[in-house]
Structures are given as C-alpha cells and as structure tokens.
C-alpha cells in the first residue's frame, strides 16, 4: 500500500513565524502536491512537483513556497504565517506517467494548522 | 481549471436507507475519480472510472461515469454508519486533478 506520511497532525504558530510542513511517500512517485482543504471551498491546489527540484505553481500559491530536494520527501514553507493561512493542509502523491492512462492520487493524514 | 459540481452539499439519513450523489461538470474528463475523507483524515481513493457509461461495484456502493465522460454518480444501498463522510469527486485533467467540494454524509442509527 502506498504510504504518505505528514510530518505533524496539528500545528499551532504564531503571525510572521516561519513554518515547514513535511511529506514523505515511500511508493517512489515522481509527482507530489500541496492542498489546502477550508469549508466551503474544497480542496485548493496550492503546488505541485513532478520531479526532484521541479516545481509548478497551483492555483493558490501566494505566500507559499516548495521545496523538492529527493524523490520521496516535498516540502510546503509558509514564509511568514498569517492567519489566514489557518487550515487543513494535505498532501498527496501519485505515479508519473502510469501505463493505465490515468494517475491516481494518495493522501497523507493531514495536518492541522493554525495560526494566532 | 475545470469545475466539477457536486449535490447534494451535505445527506443526512438513517441506516438502511440508500441515497445517490452527483459530480457534473461542462467538461470532459479523461478519468474520475472518487474519495472518502474522515473527519480529521486525508481523503482515501474508492475508485477510479475511465470508460464513458462505465459502472463499478464495490460491495454497496455503486459508481457510474456518464457516456459523455462529463458526469459521474454514486449510488450506496443500505447506508451504514461507517458510511458517514465526505465524499469527494476529482476529474482528471494534466498533472493535477480537479476536485469536486463534496458531499458531506451523515447517516444515523
């Protein structure tokens, strides 16, 4: 089974602090993402990668940056937190370029982030 | 990006009772994907469909993926508890999957 593991459930930072979020897929997929989840607006892309120090901008990325330095680890930092970046931020990986046509996503559990 | 629509927003039933729920968009989707996602919990894939007018089955739940590949359905027989959720539709499009903003399930005893 794939496994994608995110390195806190909760987190809890204060404005302007500096925050890493951390994601680990043992299923050596080359593409990894960041979603932010609020209700109401679902799951939002914020970036994605499809291969160790390649990057590509979502549909959120404003105030967020990545970083991919191995296959199996990607990371969300959030410069200088606000509090509107209290959210649920998820992490998925997925084969590239799979046989069958078609990828298919894997989520880790999760991390809970706010920010005072 | 590629909107995918999904109704009802929140079900709320009691067990044994079945109930359907629907991903359409305007666009055309090379494949379509359906989740279930725990409170506190990152989505968990169900099931993937790629044939326009293509049915899967697993145990009660049944997925549909419209002829035209635009629109998808699940349908659940005889909702459980365990079945209480977020389900959530993605259609695949490039590198990223868009994502439906889900139904969100409650069934009671």
């Known amino acids: 089974d794939v496994k994608v593991t995110q390195s806190s459930r909760y987190l809890v930072k204060r404005t302007g602090e500096k925050v890493f979020l951390e994601c680990v897929q043992d299923m050596d997929h080359e593409n990894m993402f960041w979603y932010r989840q609020d209700p109401g607006l679902g799951l939002r892309l914020i970036y994605f990668?499809?291969?160790?120090?390649?990057?590509e901008k979502g549909d959120i990325p404003e105030g967020y940056s990545v970083s991919r330095e191995k296959k199996e680890r990607f990371s969300l930092i959030l410069e200088s937190a606000s509090t509107n970046q209290t959210s649920m931020y998820l992490c998925?990986?997925?084969?590239?370029?799979?046989?069958?046509?078609?990828?298919?996503?894997?989520f880790g559990p999760g991390t809970r982030l706010t920010v005072l | 990006t590629q909107l995918l629509e999904q109704s009802p927003q929140f079900l709320s039933i009691q067990e044994g009772e079945n109930l359907t729920v629907y991903c359409n968009s305007s666009s055309v989707f090379s494949s379509l994907q359906w989740y279930r996602q725990e409170p506190g919990e990152g989505p968990v894939l169900l099931v993937t469909?790629?044939?326009?007018?293509e049915v899967k089955k697993l145990k009660r739940l049944t997925f549909q993926f419209g002829d035209a590949r635009k629109d998808s359905s699940l349908h659940i027989t005889a909702a459980q508890t365990g079945d209480t959720g977020l389900y959530l539709c993605a259609g695949g499009a490039g590198y990223a999957l868009n994502f439906g903003k889900g139904t969100s399930l409650l069934v009671t005893p």
């Open positions: 990668s499809y291969d160790v120090k390649m990057k």
């Open positions: 998925a990986s997925e084969q590239g370029n799979s046989p069958r046509g078609y990828n298919e996503q894997f």
């Open positions: 469909v790629v044939t326009g007018g």
